[in-house]
């Protein structure tokens, strides 16, 4: 990522930050919309479970210009998913929902621009937590 991306992402990232209960309903009301693959993958409280997406998120999001203190984080991450059933389908799932919730919660603000810098940092870290999950599932096999 640029630094110009990384600047993109973390100064919207705040702007949707005081709605992240708001962020993290619509982003899985639209993910078990448009992928009801994903719903099962998710037990107990959504509203714990989006506060915690959030708060990682934002981990994730303040750490992007040097990732290397939450690297282990997001690989633990990928390799927890893999215990929940993830595939790497869902990867792309989460991303589309990912990209329309912060669509929806910036508005106008939501540039082309924006979205491409939000994109770039959704690829990396899922990339991270891919690579894991495969590293995982490989060691298990």
Known sequence: ???HQIHLVQTSFEKVAPIADTAAALFYSRLFETDPSTRPLFRGD???????LMQTLGL????????TPVLGAVQNLGVRHVGYGVTDAHYGSVGAAL???LG???GEAFTDEVRDAWAAAYTLLAGV???AAAASRAQAA
């Open 129 to 131: 937590m891919q690579t």
């Open 46 to 52: 959504l509203r714990r479970q989006g506060a915690m």
């Open 104 to 106: 929806q919660g910036l």
């Open 1 to 3: 990522m640029t630094p």
């Open 99 to 101: 990209l329309w919730t």
């Open 60 to 67: 994730a999001v303040r750490h992007l210009h040097d990732p």
